[in-house]
């Protein structure tokens, strides 16, 4: 943890000039889209397995209309078919999965009243009025929603807003495309589901430090606009983006 408090003090240190109050605030942004960027790769090979997932639905049509009175065998079938094409269904789970690490580590860095044993610092620092240690029920009790911490958040609130309901739309196309392909056991709950996870992250957002929801909003905002370029060459209804 110690390390970690470094690495953004440093990272304030070079953005102060530009950022000067908010330069911690900067630092998380910057360093989310550094963490974003080491895992690109990884959702690269994701969009390339997920496009050649879109172009094996006529084979798994035809499956599914084979094995329509079979579903065990249907299942088969397909796993079958996945390892030989090499595709595989969770592919999109990975650089989900590898962020997970990097936002605790940011929100138990702004959540300890102590790094190696001294006061932490970085408590203190603010985003406009909003201190990174703070939640949005400090900030509600200290001017309301419209007061000058308050607005941070309502800010955070409407671009979350404009992410969201971005992927409500595509992931609510995405996954019924994926029903219509793949026969899977509580694939019609996950249907009617997934699409309104995209609406946690405002609940994300209210809950944590302001430190780990600028991680959020970065990291959210930066998986839409991957998204539309990763799969900009493939129909929506085929591509199963990854989470983010």
């Known amino acids: ?5 470094s690495l953004v003090a440093h990272l304030a240190d070079l953005l102060q000039p530009l950022f000067h109050a908010s330069a911690t605030a900067a630092a998380i942004v910057v360093f989310t889209a550094l963490v974003r960027l080491a895992v690109h790769p990884l ?9 050649a997932k879109a172009r094996l639905s006529p084979q798994i049509a035809e499956l599914r209309k084979k094995h329509a009175k079979n579903p065990d065998r249907m299942q088969k079938a397909l796993m079958e078919l996945h390892a030989k094409e090499k595709v595989s269904p ?12 990097a936002f605790f580590l940011m929100y138990h860095l702004f ?22 240690g703070d939640r949005w029920t400090d900030a509600l009790a200290h001017g309301g929603v419209f007061g000058g911490a308050g607005l941070v958040y309502v800010a955070l609130f409407v671009i979350v807003a404009a992410v969201a309901t971005y992927n409500y739309r595509r992931t609510k196309v ?11 056991p509580g694939m019609g709950a996950m249907t009617k589901v997934m699409p309104l996870l995209s609406f946690a992250t405002l609940l ?28 900009r060459d493939m129909p929506v209804a085929g591509a199963l983006a990854t989470a983010g």
């Open 1 to 5: 943890m110690s390390v970690f408090a």
């Open 43 to 51: 959702s690269r090979a994701a969009a390339r397995g997920q496009k």
């Open 90 to 101: 969770f592919s999109g789970c990975l650089p989900s999965l590898l962020q997970v690490p």
């Open 111 to 132: 959540s300890s009243g102590q790094i190696g044993g001294e006061p932490n610092g970085l408590l203190a620092h603010t985003l406009f009025a909003a201190p990174l």
């Open 174 to 184: 995405q996954m019924a495309g994926a029903a219509m392909d793949q026969q899977v």
């Open 204 to 231: 994300t957002v209210a809950w944590v430090p302001l430190a780990a929801a600028l991680y959020v909003v970065t990291s959210t905002t930066w998986s839409a606009v991957e998204r539309a370029f990763l799969y």
